[in-house]
């Protein structure tokens, strides 16, 4: 029976599913397997698992063989070549006097091709620079302009929780935040309280949305005017663990926590 494996290449990247052919693969082995711009070295994320018969877009590519010493050699070396490319390039980015900033380079397995990695305010014309990347380096080259969420989740770093930073650690994607998830959940709007490295808002602001969402439901709105069985007053407060709110009422400023059973509903007027 055919089997299909999960295969990630980088740290918290996407992960791609290949056929395991003859292999007996487990959980964080080194494999090579083929891919469109050749070999790659990957590590098994997703277990073998029976491969269904579906119908698929395109056929799954296999895993080539099990990673050696050689390959790690390989790896290796591959590694210093992109530290010296990272730093030629750097010195001709400073030399042709161009707004960009480069932050990564990545080689292919097979060392046929560098991909380098930058961010930039607009377009920039990098064609001199490819010339004297390919002239001193021998190989193909890719420039490769990305988004800042982007380089935060190549470089990785320390977040405000004091871990490693949700996008380079186990975020394969990112997801639309806004700063209504931020309000919805009585955060601070201070732009560098809910600001990741990257600038942009927290990805963490959206894990506790829905839930926030769902357990103010039933509880009135901050700001309403509310009747309840203890009297008139204006909602200042939620709490949300004990699905009870905080109103204050009218006659005398005091301040009275109660349920949603609480509330009086008012009494529709009969039509003239």
Not at 60 to 67: D, Q
Not at 80 to 106: D, G, P, Q
Not at 160 to 181: N, T
Not at 240 to 262: A, C, K, M, W, Y
Request: glycine share 8%; aromatic share 8%; net charge positive.
């Amino acid at each position: 029976m055919k089997k299909i494996v999960g295969i990630r290449f980088k740290p918290a990247g996407k992960v791609y599913d290949f056929e395991c052919g003859a292999y007996v693969l487990e959980l964080g082995n080194h494999v090579i397997v083929e891919t469109e711009q050749g070999l790659g070295f990957g590590t098994v994320a997703v277990p073998p698992a029976p491969l269904d018969d579906g119908p698929r877009k395109k056929p799954l590519k296999k895993v080539f063989r099990i990673a050696s010493e050689k390959d790690f050699a390989q790896r290796e070396k591959n590694r210093k070549t992109e530290e010296l490319a990272h730093n030629y390039c750097l010195k001709c980015i400073a030399r042709l006097k161009l707004k960009m900033n480069l932050f990564s380079v990545e080689s292919t397995f097979d060392a046929s091709k560098l991909t380098f990695f930058f961010t930039a305010d607009g377009r920039v014309d990098f064609r001199q620079l490819v010339k004297m990347l390919v002239k001193k380096l021998g190989v193909k080259i890719e420039m490769r302009q990305v988004g800042i969420r982007n380089q935060a989740k190549m470089c990785g770093g320390i977040g405000r929780c004091g871990r490693e930073i949700c996008c380079s650690q186990f975020m394969e994607k990112f997801s639309p935040v806004s700063i209504r998830m931020a309000k919805e959940q009585g955060l601070s709007l201070n732009p560098t309280k809910i600001s990741g490295q990257c600038g942009r808002l927290m990805c963490c602001l959206t894990y506790e949305y829905e839930t926030y969402k769902k357990l103010k439901a039933n509880l009135p709105k901050l700001g309403k005017r509310v009747q309840t069985t203890e009297g008139a007053g204006k909602v200042i407060r939620h709490n949300l663990n004990t699905n009870r709110f905080v109103i204050r009422l009218s006659d005398g400023g005091q301040e009275v926590e109660l349920g949603p059973d609480h509330i009086v509903k008012e009494k529709k007027k009969p039509n003239d």
